[in-house]
Each structure stands twice: as structure tokens, then as C-alpha cells.
């Protein structure tokens, strides 16, 4: 370590080698000595300790600073991470579709919303405006959007909802729940808003010193690209590269090197000699690729394609692993086919385990159309004259208001195959509804009326929803990853979220009965190119035995339903957004790998938001999507969170504002 000494103590030790050399030569200050000769050399030398400090100080990874930190960290080949974009989902709200006794005829024909549209946030005095693209396209017909389309609950439009990222890197773009409300350029026919319900998180500005510095270190500690540490250190440096987990031999995660949870629920190694590399991060790249139906295709006869022991029907997609089908569209007959990531789903479980699942979608019921029902496509009425009609609806709006009381808001994981049906043998006169409950709570209405061909009613933020189900054509059906299969060896078969994944394109029944032989399809899908990339990077550098393979962490999609009260000087709309930018940026932003949240969790975050007043801790709903409602979610060391569905239900004294 360089000793600092000081300009003064460089001046006296100077004229102490004076005097000792000749006392007679008068060193003091004033004297000629002293200024011409003694103090120049006094600042050159303190000025060359100053810099040997600071040379001292740049040669150490714990004190350096700025560029002489890169330098450092060249070393290592670790480099400073560039800034990152900010990223989230933004609703597209369809023309018309909010007002009341709207019918199909008055929706758009078609909507058709390109990948890198621009919308953006409204300038204020305080900041700029910031523009953000679409990621991947959408379009829907009028049947789509009349069957298909979700509806917002705050605005009670019907709404696309696509993946955004802003245009401009940095942490400026990690914006609060509903600040993305503009198109920035181009406007889309159909279209007549723009909302973001979560908070757009992720962006980040260029890597600082603290952040560098534990890389580099980690660098140094896992030199070798053989060690977990090197792995780890080779991967966190990646652009795009959010977060990473290594498993090796041993590790209860590693089953496709045979290992798996025996019948006493103890891991059982496998044959070793395997390394997973989970990496969370995306780069999506949309492909779009022709498929000629053929004979043997309909027939489902020696298909490749077939996945678990489907017979057919399914595709395998050429680019893995599969993020999303943008669209899938014939060319003999323009049909767009309907995916079921636009439907919402009812779960039947019996504890953790997913049974079975029900396509469905909820139309806000409107009461103040009283001349005809509107939604006689999805449930064919036998009537015909239009003042029975009229009467009819007149008396279901009347049974709908008086049992809206007696029903619960439904939640997101009821178990729908547990569900008491009401007996109705004790009624003198067959009631209008039969209620369908479970645990003593009401949450779906069956309509007994021959009339009304079994219409189904529930109650979603203390409003009435007709609850349609519905068949999608197709769903993505993504091959299973290590945890959903652990009890099994997986050797040589545990690939899942892997350039080797075989991640499939799933027909229907319904979906079935549209293709035509000799037919072209058009599949447009998105895929996660960072998976591939970093894969082709290990293979270039890794010795030539060694099996490492890249994967994509598992996204754990989780659904919350709070409900609070509100201080009476306090918007309601202003409030659901902060509480929705804060959750989501928590859960989505602070939450790592193999992280653990709690319903307590959430409550403490709501309660210390200005404004509200209370918050029903017995009430928090927390739960993964189609799971139990549970205290508290703990994921493995390859799963990370993501915020799904979140649902406010605010009142403000006494009055419900949601």
C-alpha cells in the first residue's frame, strides 16, 4: 500500500534535507530558496502521490470506479450491462363495444393491430412523453371479437390485450398502471383506446459500479467455465439475461440425466455427468411458416406431430421453445382460427393438481335494454313473439336484481367440479334461476326457464356477467418442464423450455372440423430467441463432451383478488392504479428465481399506499392460476412470478366503486 504524504510534509522534509546538507542555506518560506526551488518540487511530488493513489485504488476491483472498473473487468472478459427496456402488456379497447344493447353488427368488421405500433404516455410539465411498440400482431374478426374478445372491468369495454416494450432504454420507462393511454403515430381502425391495467416494469439504465463489481468478483471466484460459479458468471452477463439458476448432477432439479423423487419423496440421483443452465429472460422473434393440409393429415394417419399419444392434429413448431401463436389463418377460406389464450377458463382440480378446464368468457349483462335480449347468439331463444320478449327480459333483469345480494363475487380458483347445485324439489313453483354454490356461497345462476335455453349468470366487482362457453380451435400446448413430471425419470427426455423442446400447435374438436383438406395455413408464432442464442454460444465454447443445455425458467402466472376501503377524499380509479403499478413492479421486478410470496405480503404493500383506509386480510386472494386459494406460494429455484390477473374491490364508505 502506497503511503499518502501531504504537500506540507513534502515542504519541511525537503528543507530538512537543506539544512542537513549546508545550515547556512535559509530555506525558510518567502526566501528565494523555498519559492523557486523547494515549493514547485513539493506540488509536483504531491501531486504524483495523489496519483499513485488513485492508481492503487483503480487496481482493485473493491475500489474502482467508472471505466477503470470496465478495465478491471475486461480481466475477466465481464463487461458492463447496457440499459434495458421497459416492457408490460397494453389493452386495445374495440370501437362500441361498451355501450349498452350494443349487438355484433355495431363492432368493428375486423381489427388488425401490427407488431411495432407505437403508443405511448401523455407528456406532463414534469416529464417526457415515452413511446412504446407492440411485440407481436393481432387481428380478429367481428365473430372473434363478438365471441372471443375479453372486457375490461373498470371501462366495461371489450379489449386485445399485446405485449409492449419502449422504444427508449433506461428506467424511465418502467411506467405506473394506466399511464400508457395514446397511439403515438399510426391509429388502428376499430380501436379507440389504449390502457395499460399493470405497471410496465424492467427497464433499467446501464449497469452501475456496485452491480459490475459483483460480477467481476464472481468472475474471479468461478474462473473456471466447468464450475457451477463459472456457468453462472458466463450466463448473468448476457444482455437480455434477467436472472439464472445452475443445476448439475445431484441437484433435485437435474431429471434428465435419469435422476427423479422416489415413492418415499427422497430425489434419486441419475447418472450424472449433465448441467441445466435455467436462464429468465426473453428476446421474442415471430416466425410465420405455411402448413399444406393434407390427407393423412386430416386423417391422422403417420403423423410426426403427435404429442403424449395424440393421434393427431397436433404440430410441432420448427423455432422452440414456443412463446405465444399470434394467429393461425386459412388461405381457401380467410377463417381466422380461435387460440385459446383469448379465452378465460374454469378450473376442476382436486388439491394442486389440475383436472380439467372449461373455455368460457363473461359479458357484462346490460339492464337497461328492455325490448329484446342481445346475446341470443350464444343462447338461441324459442320465442318469437317480440312482446313475450320483452316481458321475458323484464323478469329476468327483475330475478337478477333481487338474487344480486345474495350472490358472491367469484374468485379465481374455485374448484367449479366441487360446486353444490341447488335442490329445487321444495318449490311449490319452479324457480326462474337454480343457484349453484360452494361453502355455503352462491356464485353461478342456471336459468330454469325453458325459454331461456340454460343461461348462466355469476357476479364479478358486484356487477352480472353472462358466462358463455365456449370451444376454442386450438390451444399451444408447451412440453412439460422437470417439476411437472418429477416422479418419473426423465433421462434424455427432460427438455422442456429448450431449443430441443417440442412445444405443439393443438387442434380441437372444433378447431378439427375447420380444416379442410388441401388447405394452406398461415401460423404465425413467437419464439424466445435469447434461448437459442445463448445455446449456440455454449456450443462454440464448451469442451466437446459436455452436456449443457439452455433453458427458459418456468413463469409461475399467479392471481390476486383484494378487497379495501378507500378514504373518502380519494379517487378510486387514481388508487386501483397505484396499487396495481406497485404489486405488479414487486412481483414481476423484485421477485427472483425460486422466490416465495405471502398473502401478508400484499396487504403490507396496500396499506402503506396513501388513501386507503383498510384492507380485508381475511378476504386476499392468493393463488396460482386454476390452483387453490393458499397463504403463501413457494416456487423452485427455476420458476420466477409473474402477475397474471389482478382484481381491486374498492369501496369508499359505503359505496362500492368498483
Not at 28 to 51: M, N, R, W
Request: hydrophobic letters at 35%.
Amino acid at each position: 500500500m502506497i503511503k499518502q504524504r501531504t504537500y506540507d510534509e513534502i515542504v519541511q522534509s525537503i528543507r530538512n534535507n537543506i539544512y542537513e546538507r549546508d545550515p547556512r542555506v535559509d530555506s525558510k518560506a518567502g526566501t528565494f530558496v523555498s519559492d523557486v526551488l523547494v515549493q514547485p518540487q513539493a506540488d509536483e511530488l504531491a501531486a504524483a502521490y495523489i496519483d499513485m493513489k488513485i492508481m492503487e485504488i483503480n487496481q482493485s476491483i473493491l475500489t474502482a470506479t467508472g471505466y477503470d472498473l470496465d478495465r478491471l473487468g475486461m480481466n475477466y472478459f465481464t463487461y458492463r450491462h447496457a440499459g434495458t427496456k421497459a416492457s408490460g402488456r397494453v389493452r386495445f379497447f374495440i370501437k362500441n363495444s361498451n355501450k349498452y344493447g350494443v349487438t355484433k353488427d355495431a363492432f368493428p368488421e375486423e381489427v388488425s393491430i401490427p407488431e411495432g405500433l407505437e403508443v405511448a404516455t401523455a407528456a406532463t410539465a414534469t416529464s417526457d412523453q415515452l413511446v412504446f411498440k407492440t411485440l407481436s400482431s393481432a387481428y380478429m374478426t367481428q365473430q372473434q371479437m363478438w365471441d372471443m374478445a375479453n372486457t375490461d372491468e373498470s371501462t366495461g369495454y371489450r379489449y386485445i390485450e399485446l405485449p409492449i416494450e419502449c422504444e427508449a432504454v433506461g428506467s424511465a420507462g418502467n411506467v405506473e398502471a394506466g399511464e400508457v393511454s395514446a397511439f403515438y403515430s399510426d391509429t388502428v381502425e376499430g380501436i379507440v383506446a389504449v390502457y395499460n391495467s399493470l405497471a410496465l416494469t424492467g427497464g433499467s439504465d446501464n449497469e452501475d459500479d456496485n452491480s459490475l463489481r459483483m460480477r467481476i468478483m464472481l468472475s474471479v471466484l468461478g474462473a473456471s467455465i466447468c464450475t457451477k460459479n463459472g456457468y453462472l458468471k458466463w450466463v448473468i452477463q448476457k444482455d437480455n439475461v434477467n436472472d439464472a439458476f445452475v443445476v448439475g448432477a445431484g441437484d433435485y432439479l437435474m431429471y434428465r440425466d435419469g435422476g427423479y423423487i422416489n415413492a418415499a419423496g427422497s430425489y434419486t440421483y441419475g447418472l450424472g455427468g449433465m448441467v441445466d443452465i435455467w436462464v429468465r429472460g426473453e428476446l421474442p422473434i415471430t416466425y410465420t411458416n405455411q402448413f399444406t393440409v393434407t390427407t393423412s393429415y386430416k386423417t391422422g394417419i403417420g403423423q410426426e406431430g403427435d404429442y403424449e399419444g395424440v393421434p393427431c392434429h397436433d404440430l410441432v413448431l420448427d423455432f422452440q421453445p414456443v412463446l405465444q401463436i399470434v394467429s393461425i389463418k386459412s388461405a381457401n377460406t380467410g377463417y381466422a382460427f380461435e387460440n385459446a389464450e383469448n379465452f378465460e377458463i374454469e378450473y376442476g382440480y382436486s388439491g394442486t393438481s389440475t383436472l380439467e378446464k372449461t373455455y368460457y368468457k363473461d359479458v357484462l349483462w346490460d339492464f337497461s335494454v328492455t325490448e329484446k335480449f342481445t346475446d341470443t347468439e350464444y343462447y338461441p331463444m324459442d320465442v318469437v313473439d317480440d312482446t313475450e320478449v320483452e316481458v321475458l327480459r323484464k323478469q329476468v333483469n327483475a330475478e337478477l336484481l333481487r338474487l344480486m345480494d345474495e350472490m358472491t363475487n367469484v374468485s379465481f380458483n374455485l374448484n367449479w367440479k366441487t360446486m353444490y347445485y341447488e335442490d329445487i324439489s321444495s318449490y311449490d313453483v319452479t324457480p326462474m334461476f337454480r343457484k349453484v354454490s360452494y361453502n355455503g356461497n352462491c356464485y353461478k345462476l342456471i336459468a330454469l326457464d325453458k325459454r331461456l335455453n340454460g343461461r348462466m349468470f355469476v357476479k364479478k366487482n358486484n356487477r352480472i356477467y353472462l358466462r358463455v362457453y365456449q370451444n376454442p380451435d386450438f390451444v399451444l400446448i408447451n412440453m412439460p418442464y422437470s417439476d411437472e413430471q418429477k416422479t418419473i425419470s426423465q433421462k434424455g427426455n427432460d427438455i422442456g423450455g429448450s431449443v430441443y423442446s417440442k412445444d405443439v400447435i393443438h387442434f380441437t374438436d372444433t378447431g378439427k372440423e375447420k380444416i379442410q383438406d388441401g388447405d394452406m395455413l398461415q401460423i404465425t408464432y413467437t419464439t424466445n430467441a435469447l434461448i437459442s442464442t445463448l445455446q449456440n454460444e455454449m456450443n462454440a465454447m464448451r469442451i466437446l463432451t459436455a452436456d449443457i443445455l439452455i433453458r427458459q425458467a418456468k413463469k409461475v402466472d399467479i392471481q390476486i383478488i383484494v378487497n379495501l376501503n378507500i378514504e373518502s377524499t380519494y379517487d378510486s380509479t387514481t388508487i386501483k392504479n397505484t396499487i396495481a403499478t406497485a404489486l405488479s413492479t414487486y412481483i414481476n421486478s423484485m421477485k427472483r428465481l425460486g422466490g416465495r410470496i405471502e398473502d401478508s405480503e400484499i396487504v403490507t404493500i396496500i396499506r402503506s399506499l396513501s388513501g386507503v383506509d383498510h384492507v380485508d386480510i381475511e378476504n386476499v386472494t392468493l393463488c396460482k392460476v386454476g390452483g387453490a386459494d393458499v397463504n403463501e406460494i413457494i416456487l423452485d429455484d427455476n420458476e420466477y412470478f409473474n402477475l397474471y390477473t389482478l382484481s381491486l374491490n374498492v369501496t369508499s364508505g359505503s359505496t362500492v366503486e368498483s
